[in-house]
C-alpha cells in the first residue's frame, strides 16, 4: 500500500490517479490536507500519479519526487530508501575553509548530465575544491535552462539524470572529500507552474517581478512555508547534500514576526544535530545587511554565509575599467581595500547607482569573514551580460589581460572570504556562459526572445548581436571546453590557481578569518595596494608603471614566496612590481622559497 496525500485547503474534492485508475481521497487530519492509502500495482517506487481537484485535469503532485515526463507530466513515486549509499562516514564541513565551485550540469561537460560531471571531480579535488555548488536542479519545462524557473521543486531534472543521479554525483563527490551544495529557488516558481490550483502558494497582497509574491505571510502561508522548510529539508536529508545557496532573498517577502529565513535555519539545526553532520545555507541577498548572518542569539536569522557582491563589483570595476550600470559606484582601489577589511563596499554610504544610500556596517569584530562568500566570476555576472563573456574575453585584447586575471584572482584567494569559483575560471575559460532557455510554450519563448534583445538594444547593442535565449546554438556555446587546459595560455593560469590554493591551505595567515585584524595600504595614483596579512604581505600593481610599495616589514628580511611573474625585486623593506602583478611576501626567509607563475 502507498499513502498519497496533497495539501488543497479550498477543495469539495480531489482525487489521486494511480497508474491511470482514479481512487478519491479523504480529508486528513492535518488542515486542509487530502490523503488515500492504494495497493499500489508498482510498490512504492515507479509508479505515475497524478491528482484531480474538484474534477478537473490531471496534476502533478507539488511535491513530486520524480518528473521523467517534464513537470507538466504525471508524477512518478520515488522510494528515497532503495539507494545503496556509501558515504556513512562523511560528516562534511562547515563554511569555514571551503573552497566553493559553482557549476551549472547542462554546461560543465558535453553531455550534460550530472553523471558525466562525476568525471571531472579529480580535477575538482586536485584543484583544491571542497565544495560543488550545483546550480538549480528543480525540473523545468524543455531540456536547457539556467534552473531559476523551476516548477517541480521537489524532483530533480530529469535530463539531467533525475533523482538516482543526484544521489551518484553527492555519493562520488563525498568519496573525494568534497561536499555538495545546492543552489534552490524560493522566491518564485517558473511560469506555467500550477500550484494555485492546489492552495494559497501566492498572494497579490505583495508584487515581485515574477508577478504575485510567494506567499509567506497571508491566509494559508503556515503550509506554504512548510513546503519550503520540509523541501529544503529533503534535499539535506534524502540526498545528503551538505548544504543550500537560497536564491535572491531579498525576494522573499515576509512581515510575520518569525521571517521564514529564521525558520528554515532553525530546521537545518535541528537536521544538523539529529544526523551529526554539518548543514549549511548560504544567502544571495543585495541589501547589505549584516543581520542575515548574525546569530539568533544575537537577533540576526543565524545563516551561515552570504555572497558579497560588492566584492565582485570592487575587483570587476577595477581590473576592467567598466563604469555602466551598477559598476557606477565601484572601480577606486580604496573601493577594494574598504570591501577587504569590511565585507560591504556599501555599509550605509551613498550609492550613485541607486540614488540613496545603502547597507548597514559589519561588525569586523564579531563576524568572521568565511561568513562572506567571494568571486571574480559568477554565473550571473556573467550570464547576465549581452554576450556572457566571461572575465578573459572581456579582457581579450587588453596588453596586460594575464596579469589582471592573476591579479583578480589573487585579491579573491588571499582574501579573508570563503572563495568562490565559477566553472572553467581556474584555467580561463573564454568560451561565453550565455543566457538560454528552452521554453515549451510559444507565446513565452517568444517573449523572452524579444525581451532580452529589447533590454539590451536599449543600451545601445545591436539585435543580432545578443543571442537569442530560445536558440539551442547559444545553450551549445556555453558549454565547457575540457581541451582548453591542457594547452597554453589556458595550462599557465590553471597552474596559478593551483599554486595559490595550496598556499591557502599551508599559510595559516590567509586561514584568519578576523576582518578587524586585516590592513590595507594603497596609492591610488601609483595602482598599488598592500594588504598586510600576519608575516604576509600581498601585493597588486595594477598601474602602467613599475610600482614601489613599502612593505612595512618588522622582520630584518623579507622574501617573495609567490610572483605572478617575473621581474619583481625587493630591496631591504621595498619592493618593485613591474605592471599588472601580483606578489605575495614573508617575513623570514626560512618560511619558503620563491613560486613564480607566468
Not at 519545462?141 to 539556467?146: E, I, L, R, S
Not at 530560445?470 to 556555453?478: A, I
Amino acid at each position: 500500500m502507498t499513502v498519497f496525500s496533497v495539501w488543497a485547503p479550498a477543495a469539495d474534492r480531489v482525487d489521486v490517479d494511480v497508474a491511470g485508475r482514479p481512487h478519491p481521497m479523504s480529508p486528513a487530519d492535518r488542515p486542509g490536507w487530502w490523503t488515500a492509502e492504494v495497493a499500489d500495482p508498482g510498490g512504492p517506487h515507479g509508479t505515475d500519479y497524478a491528482y484531480r481537484v474538484d474534477g478537473g485535469e490531471p496534476l502533478a503532485d507539488p511535491r513530486s519526487p520524480w518528473q521523467p515526463a517534464g513537470p507538466a507530466g504525471p508524477s512518478r513515486t520515488y522510494d528515497h530508501s532503495a539507494f545503496a549509499w556509501a558515504d556513512g562516514n562523511w560528516r562534511g564541513g562547515p563554511v569555514s575553509g571551503a573552497v566553493i565551485y559553482e557549476l551549472h550540469v547542462g554546461t560543465f561537460t558535453p553531455a550534460g548530465t550530472l553523471d558525466a560531471a562525476i568525471g571531472h571531480l579529480d580535477h575538482l579535488s586536485d584543484l583544491g575544491v571542497t565544495v560543488v555548488e550545483l546550480m538549480p536542479l528543480a525540473a523545468f519545462p524543455g531540456n536547457q535552462g539556467w534552473g531559476y524557473d523551476g516548477i517541480g521543486l521537489w524532483a530533480v531534472h530529469e535530463p539531467y539524470g533525475g533523482p538516482d543521479a543526484l544521489k551518484r554525483f553527492v555519493d562520488a563527490c563525498h568519496a573525494r572529500g568534497l561536499g555538495v551544495y545546492l543552489d534552490v529557488v524560493y522566491n518564485h516558481v517558473g511560469p506555467g507552474n500550477r500550484l494555485a490550483s492546489f492552495g494559497p502558494y501566492f498572494t497579490d497582497a505583495h508584487m515581485t517581478p515574477w508577478g504575485p509574491a510567494v506567499n509567506l505571510d497571508q491566509a494559508g502561508s503556515d503550509e506554504v512555508r512548510a513546503f519550503i522548510v520540509e523541501n529544503a529539508l529533503t534535499w539535506l536529508g534524502d540526498y545528503h547534500l551538505d548544504g543550500l545557496r537560497l536564491d535572491a532573498v531579498h525576494a522573499l517577502v515576509d512581515n510575520r514576526a518569525l521571517p521564514i529565513l529564521e525558520e528554515l535555519a532553525v530546521a537545518v539545526d535541528g537536521l544538523a544535530a539529529a544526523t551529526g553532520r554539518s548543514l549549511v545555507l548560504v544567502a544571495e541577498s543585495d541589501l547589505n545587511n549584516p543581520r542575515l548572518i548574525t546569530a539568533r542569539q544575537a537577533g540576526g536569522y543565524g545563516l551561515d554565509a552570504q555572497w558579497d557582491d560588492d566584492f565582485h563589483h570592487t575587483v570587476h570595476a577595477l581590473v576592467t575599467g567598466e563604469r555602466q550600470g551598477y559598476y557606477r559606484d565601484f572601480g577606486a582601489i580604496s573601493g577594494v581595500a574598504k570591501t577587504l577589511t569590511g565585507a560591504y563596499f556599501h555599509d550605509g554610504s551613498w550609492s550613485a547607482f541607486r540614488g540613496r544610500t545603502h547597507g548597514r556596517p559589519v561588525d569586523t569584530r564579531t563576524v568572521p569573514g568565511y561568513r562572506f562568500v567571494a568571486f571574480v566570476q559568477d554565473h550571473d555576472q556573467i550570464g547576465n551580460r549581452a554576450t556572457g563573456d566571461r572575465l578573459p574575453a572581456t579582457l581579450a585584447g587588453h596588453p596586460a589581460r594575464d596579469g589582471l586575471l592573476r591579479i583578480a584572482s589573487g585579491l579573491m584567494l588571499t582574501a579573508p572570504f570563503t572563495p568562490m569559483l565559477f566553472m572553467g575560471e581556474e584555467w580561463g575559460a573564454d568560451t561565453p556562459w550565455q543566457f538560454f532557455t528552452d521554453h515549451t510554450d510559444p507565446e513565452l519563448a517568444a517573449a523572452v526572445s524579444a525581451g532580452r534583445r529589447s533590454e539590451f538594444a536599449d543600451h545601445g547593442w545591436g539585435l543580432a548581436d545578443v543571442p537569442d535565449p530560445q536558440d539551442k546554438e547559444t545553450f551549445l556555446r556555453s558549454k565547457l571546453d575540457w581541451d582548453q587546459p591542457g594547452r597554453e595560455p589556458y595550462r599557465s593560469l590553471l597552474d596559478w590557481y593551483r599554486a595559490l590554493l595550496a598556499l591557502r591551505r599551508s599559510r595559516p595567515e590567509l586561514a584568519n578569518p578576523r576582518l578587524d585584524q586585516m590592513r590595507v595600504d594603497y596609492d591610488e595614483d601609483a595602482r598599488w595596494l598592500l594588504i598586510h596579512r600576519g608575516r604576509l604581505r600581498i601585493a597588486a600593481n595594477l598601474g602602467p608603471a613599475d610600482a614601489t610599495i613599502p612593505l612595512g616589514s618588522t622582520a630584518t628580511r623579507t622574501v617573495p614566496l609567490i610572483t605572478s611573474g617575473p621581474g619583481v625585486s625587493i630591496a631591504l623593506d621595498v619592493v618593485t612590481l613591474p605592471p599588472a602583478t601580483f606578489a605575495i611576501f614573508v617575513e623570514d626567509s626560512s618560511s619558503g622559497g620563491l613560486i613564480e607563475t607566468d
